[in-house]
């Protein structure tokens, strides 16, 4: 029996030289025990025929939403909940740009929008147009809605360049795709993730806040919910919108995002807190706008500490399993491990900020993990996407067993 016997595949092929490769991961699919259905876009149709693919599925191929005789078999509205996994491979630039922005167009792209179903992406395009910040922009807007990022591999490409950009090979995609499938990682447990900034008040139109964008840890509470988890999400002020099967809750002040947090944790397996929680707020925020008087000295701003929600989670007589972020402008170890002991918390994820395209509101972040007794993993550079995926396979490691019902705080 194959590893995805049973399992219905739409597979969505778009222009590129790696559409040849679609033929091979089509026959690969079918070899693993999966029903297949392919729709290709006009720009696949540039580089293979669909007779190709008509040949190894075993079914007439779609590319177009206006085809009456093709619409009258299986309309695509049927076929977009036909699909038990959309798979897009290779995803050009273009296809990529057309589903972050969620344009419906053409058959490709009305499916992904009209199907419930998981789905997976993998790029393959020239190095320069993978690195392009747009490109890089579309794929967090993509991952921070919980679709899955495959690759793109490294190394020499057809146009005779070097670099990120070449499709994953198909038997590496079926293996994912057959690691979706199975029992997510994190299924039945509970994770909380923090995520954004908050904001204290200064009066009622001005507040101190800070740079954080949320997309890190929007980008943790997809990928906890793709591993299976029930994700239960506190955000900060942030314009992100919500990953699929999270539960989302929504604050402004470090005041609110305490209780928010200490009430979600309530029963839950796992804290990972990548908030930019305030330290500091105003101590009284004025009830009306503070104006400024012709003569007058500049108002001094008296602050108090806000509440360390991280380490009030920590504190529990049973706590979840807690993760920290280290957020430093240098010596990132050292404070990093200097946080891990002193908020007493099972993981840090050190990354530094201030340097370009990485860190606060960028695309990129680069983590250092620490844990107790010197455990030390560098996960690198990478879209936050694909440093979500490796952080939560790691919590998902180093989870301990499930605690019996009614022992949890
Ligand atoms: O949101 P993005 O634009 O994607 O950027 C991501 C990020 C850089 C904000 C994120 O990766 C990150 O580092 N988040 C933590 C930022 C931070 O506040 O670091 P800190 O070193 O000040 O705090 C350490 C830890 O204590 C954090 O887990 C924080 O959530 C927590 N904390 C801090 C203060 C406080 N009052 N309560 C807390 O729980």
Redesign the pocket.
Known sequence: MGTLEGTRVLLGVSGGIAAYKAADLVRRLRDAGAEVRVVMTAGARQFVTPATFQALSGHPVRSDLWDPAAEAAMGHIELARWAEIVLVAPASANTLARLAHGLADDLLSTLCLATSAPLMVAPAMNQQMWAHPATQANVATLGARGVVLLGPDSGGQACGEFGAGRLVEPPAIVERLAALRAPGVLAGRVVVV???PTFEDVDPVRFIGN???????FAIAAAAAAAGAEVRLVAGPVHLPTPARVARRDVRS?REMHAAVLAAVAGADAYV???????FRPAVAAPDKIKKTDGAPAPTLLLER??????AVAALPARPFCV?????TGDVEAYARG?LQR?RVDLV?A?R?GAPGE????DD?ALLVLGPDGFRLDLGRAP?AVLATRLVELIAQRLPAPRAAGARA
């Open positions: 923090s995520a954004g740079r954080s964008s949320g997309r890190m840890g470090a807190g990548a908030a930019a929680v305030a330290d806000t509440e360390d929600i991280l380490a920290g972020f280290a957020a430093e946080k908020k994820c990354n900020v860190g606060f509101d960028a972040n936050k």
